[in-house]
């Protein structure tokens, strides 16, 4: 079983010893620079001039500087902009400011993995990887709890990188809920795995076939909608809280001899082949050159995909009937309908 580490096993004073610079301000940024804050650690934030996140950061009273300014003052820099900037802005504003002794942390290993981030020898290279959304991680920690977090040291110049690992997950909360150790390379790979093959890109595409299955059928639009996605939480919400066995519970028998039936119908074991070679493409780096390379080009495949997958009919009657949902209207988040891109 995973090593796993809780509170008593992370000294806080190490993290409050140190001068931090969280760059950016994002999901991820504005939880760790508050969270770090209210655990009386020296707390400064990194963004471009002109950064739309500035007001956000100085309305709850942080330091917000330069990205060169704030690499310069600290000693511990935590990444917190997208994946695909990372590289760009530490090699124009991190890089030169990195001196023996200080410590670079990660939210995500990707940069590191793939070799597009490589820090010099005399500093410290850790990754703390909340597993929630940055939003959930600052709601846990001001509840006192926190979301369970992984840490990973993937050069330890100091020989105390994974202690300050630690230390920096008790402050964002992680260790209340139980911290597990693991690797860049084990970290990237799976997660991009999980996003990809399960969470985000197969159950999009279920979703999709589902629903096309169903209208093509001749069954009602908002009805294929309600069954193959809307409902897809209230099972999902039971696997989390129990796995597949309280889903399977709680559900009717008639739709449990269902899943058993039918399941290995629809994902049958080609569906795995399909998922070891995309979990090839991961491992051989092929998935990340492709993603970086069009991120270099303008992102135009990223922009034609994105378009594509705003126009599937299963979006439209989306819409109209989530207008039904009163309590779907109160979301805190930024998401605008129709504007993700
Ligand atoms: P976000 O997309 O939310 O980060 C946006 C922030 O980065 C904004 O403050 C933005 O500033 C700033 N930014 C964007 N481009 C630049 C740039 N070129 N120079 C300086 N600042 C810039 O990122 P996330 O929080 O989603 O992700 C951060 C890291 O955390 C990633 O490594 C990700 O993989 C990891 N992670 C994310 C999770 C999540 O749930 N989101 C979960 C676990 C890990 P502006 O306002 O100017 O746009
Ligand atoms: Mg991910
Ligand atoms: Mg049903």
């Known amino acids: 079983t995973a090593t796993t580490f809780y509170d008593s096993d992370a000294d806080l004073s190490l993290i409050q010893g140190r001068t931090v610079a969280v760059i950016g301000y ?16 020296d707390v400064r934030v990194g963004l471009a001039e002109g950064s739309s996140s500035r007001t956000k950061a ?11 300014t704030a ?4 000693d511990l ?3 917190l902009v997208p994946d695909q ?8 504003a991190i890089a030169a400011n990195l001196q023996d002794g200080d410590a670079l942390f990660f939210a995500h290993g990707f940069n590191v993995r793939y070799g597009y981030i490589t820090a010099p020898d005399g500093v410290d290279v850790a990754l703390v990887a909340p597993k929630g959304p940055g939003h959930v991680v600052r709601r846990e920690f001001e509840a006192g709890r926190g979301v369970p977090a992984l840490v990973a040291v993937e050069q330890d110049a100091s020989g105390q990188a994974r202690d300050l690992a630690l230390a920096y997950a008790k402050g964002i909360g992680g260790t209340r809920a139980g911290v597990i150790e693991t690797t860049f390379t084990e970290e990237t790979e799976s997660d991009l795995f999980g996003e990809q093959a399960v969470l985000c890109g197969g159950a999009s595409q279920l979703v999709q076939y589902g629903f096309e299955t169903l209208v093509e059928a001749g069954y009602q639009p908002e009805i294929a909608y309600f069954e193959v996605l ?9 696997m989390v809280e129990g796995g597949l066995a309280k889903q399977r519970w709680s559900i009717s028998d008639t739709a449990e001899f269902g ?19 995309v979990l090839g493409d991961i491992q051989s780096g092929a998935f990340a050159r492709r993603f970086m390379d069009d991120q270099k080009a303008g992102a135009p495949e990223f922009a034609r995909l994105r378009r594509q997958a705003e126009q599937h009919p299963i979006e439209q009657t989306g819409r109209h009937l989530r207008q039904m949902f009163a309590w ?3 979301s805190d988040d930024d998401y605008t309908e129709g504007t993700a891109a």
Do not use: F, T, W
């Not at 899943?259 to 070679?277: F, L, Q, T, W």
């Open 328 to 330: 779907l209207k109160d």
């Open 77 to 79: 820099i935590m990444i």
């Open 26 to 41: 994002g999901s991820q940024g504005h939880a760790h620079a508050l969270s770090l804050r209210d655990c009386g650690v």
């Open 230 to 238: 809307h409902e897809l939480k209230l099972i999902v919400d039971l």
């Open 259 to 277: 899943d058993y039936v039918s399941g290995p119908r629809v994902i049958d074991p080609r569906v795995k082949e399909n998922m070891k070679a």
């Open 71 to 74: 690499a310069a003052e600290a």
């Open 85 to 92: 900037v990372q590289a760009e802005v530490y090699d124009r």
């Open 58 to 68: 100085e309305a709850e009273g942080l330091r917000v500087v330069d990205v060169a």
